[in-house]
């Protein structure tokens, strides 16, 4: 059974780093994205990077300030935050997303909350 563990949230005030972990135990069969989401209360679940064997994706806002990255002998992809604002205040959660299968495993999300 495959498992996302998410972990690294927390407080930190404006203009702050944090970095983010999602361990992945179990197998996940195939080659499979890794993406980093997040939902501020009352907003919707955003995509906000993302990385496969290729060039990382990262949405417009976060674009010059995270960094995601995968470390596959660890099963562990991270996301370095820099920069933090109040706007990135969320629960962070960790994707697994097997191309091609129709399907996807969630993580359980992790707080992060930007504030002096």
């Known amino acids: 059974q495959v498992q996302l563990v998410e972990s690294g949230g927390g407080l930190v005030q404006p203009g702050g780093s944090l970095r983010l972990s999602c361990a992945v135990s179990g197998s996940i069969f195939g080659p499979y994205a890794m993406r980093w989401y997040r939902q501020a209360p009352g907003k919707r679940r955003d995509l906000v990077a993302s990385?496969?064997?290729?060039?990382?994706y990262y949405t417009d806002s976060v674009k010059g300030r995270f960094t995601i990255s995968r470390d596959n002998t660890k099963n562990t992809v991270y996301l370095q935050m820099n920069s933090l604002n109040s706007e990135d205040t969320a629960v962070y959660y960790c994707?697994?997303?097997?191309?091609?299968?129709?399907?996807?495993?969630w993580g359980q999300g992790t707080q992060v909350t930007v504030s002096s």
């Open positions: 990385i496969t064997n290729g060039s990382p």
């Open positions: 994707n697994a997303y097997p191309i091609g299968r129709g399907f996807e495993y």
